[in-house]
């Protein structure tokens, strides 16, 4: 397997892919994990989807640099996907669903495209469960902004608590969740991250007048000027079954 993220990420899907099987990797972005999916241990063929060109681009020039040949990408909104009914045996996800602003059609896209019985496999974030240390007053109020711009653009910081209570909605057979925390980008990073976006927030011509916003962008400077610490991400896990 490539080196990558996918034993974090797409870990608890590893051990369910089988020879010959086909993977969509739904909001792929640059790719990262469908070239694990796409070489991992048994040939699988893994397709990425994502609806921005420019992270296609990155991904498709990564594939070709690590001489990948079992993985393709193709550009897509995720309620829209460009495959027929039934057509897949694995619908693999990792943070789309909390960027999504109606998941449950995003789910019914997952169910025509995947085969009878064939599995889901989501992985989304719950910002309520975030582990930050030291989560200072300065800390929780860059991230209540981030909060606020992330629903404003649609999405839901805590759709991890829900997302096994959509799937169920949309029809999918033996649900099972679990929440599991691991790093992803460090605590400093996250701080630099958070600030640049509300920054830019406050800028924009709507963003100016909210004193809401501003506030939280001078925490998120405060935050970026303090000392380092600890950033896990608590990820909600659900596989399911297409009946
Ligand atoms: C946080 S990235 C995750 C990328 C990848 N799955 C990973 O884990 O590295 C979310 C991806 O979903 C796509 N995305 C986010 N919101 C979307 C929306 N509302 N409609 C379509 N795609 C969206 C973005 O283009 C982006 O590549």
Redesign the pocket.
């Known amino acids: 397997m490539l080196e990558g ?1 996918a034993p974090e ?1 797409a870990g608890f899907v590893l051990p369910l892919l089988g020879s010959g099987m086909c993977v969509l ?1 739904v ?7 469908t070239l694990s999916l796409g070489t991992a241990v048994h040939p699988v063929y893994a397709l990425g989807v ?3 060109p420019e ?1 296609l681009a990155f991904a498709r020039t990564a594939a070709r640099r690590a001489s990948v040949s079992t993985v393709d990408f193709v550009a897509a ?3 829209a996907l460009p495959l027929p009914r039934g057509s897949v045996d694995v619908v693999f ?4 669903l909390e ?3 109606a998941p449950l059609d995003v789910l019914a896209e997952f169910a025509r495209v995947l085969r009878p019985g064939g599995t889901l496999a989501l ?1 989304t974030a719950d910002w309520s469960r975030a582990k930050l240390r030291p989560k200072t007053a300065n800390v929780d109020a860059a991230l209540r902004g981030q909060y606020l711009l992330h629903r404003r ?3 839901d910081p805590f759709a991890g608590r829900r997302v096994g209570e959509w799937v169920q909605r949309a029809g999918f057979r033996d649900v099972r969740s679990r929440a599991r925390h691991h790093e992803g980008i460090g605590y400093r990073e996250l701080a630099r991250s958070v600030e640049e976006r509300l920054a830019a927030a406050v800028q924009s011509p709507v963003g100016e007048r909210d004193p809401q916003l501003a506030s939280a962008a001078r925490s998120a400077w405060m935050w970026v000027r303090g000392g380092g610490g600890d950033f896990s991400q608590c990820w909600v896990e659900v596989l399911a079954r297409r009946e």
């Open positions: 993220y990420t990797d909001g792929c972005g640059r790719g990262s994990v994502d609806a921005d992270q909104v995720p309620h996800s990792h943070a789309l960027h999504v602003p992985s653009a649609g999405g």
